[in-house]
């Protein structure tokens, strides 16, 4: 979850705790509202302690946690302890971080929901693939599957799943869903069910190739460039 506020990226250690030192720096850096002073009151020792009980995290999970040295020096906490700090400092900041929290998981969710539904349509378009290669006479081979995943990538992100993962530095073993915005995925999705569709009615490769970028062009390029750009904003 990658989380901007007023203009501060907050950091996130490898277990998703939050950075408040960035929480500080985006409130103004007042030095009366230093992390350290918040975390001296009883009131929040045992907000803390109460956390670390609770049936809601996971076992052995902390709250907070001090990493002491290189780029993600500083004091992580849980969700929870974001709001509290937060409402500590002022209630005009304590709103503002609630409401970037709430747009983010939003977003996160809606965009694990289209996910979700792109592994779902890839499914009968490798279907469809096995039963049009068997019905003449083909051997199903593997790059048969990769072929019509590369089209789709190529015509989507203007590459192929192998080269993306390397302009985007993703280890290669993991899935590129993972780094789509929602208009990828969305974009993604609806190729693949168009895609499936044209290979049941028995349409060659390139007459499918053609298809779909007349279908990219009309449905999709100008909600991936508005996307682009609101990103890049």
Known sequence: MNITILNTA?????????CINDIHKASGNDKSKQPSNWLRLDSTQELIQELEDSSDMRSGQKAIEVI????YRGTYVCKELV???????NARFHLHVIRTF????QQDYQRQR????????YKPM??????????????VKYYHFSNEADLINRIALGMTSAK?????????NESIRDYLTPCQIKCITDLQRANTTFIQL???FEERKLRLMELFKRNHIIQLFDEQQRIAA
């Open 126 to 139: 490798t279907d469809a693939i096995k039963f049009e290669k068997e019905h003449q006479g083909k051997e």
């Open 114 to 121: 289209l996910r979700e539904l792109a592994k779902v349509e």
């Open 83 to 89: 709001y509290a700090y937060a409402m500590w400092i």
């Open 164 to 172: 993306f993962k390397v302009h985007h530095d993703i280890n290669k």
């Open 68 to 71: 002491n040295g290189g780029n």
């Open 102 to 105: 709430d747009k983010v998981i």
């Open 202 to 204: 028995g349409m060659e």
């Open 10 to 18: 907050i950091k996130q250690d490898k277990k998703g705790l939050f």
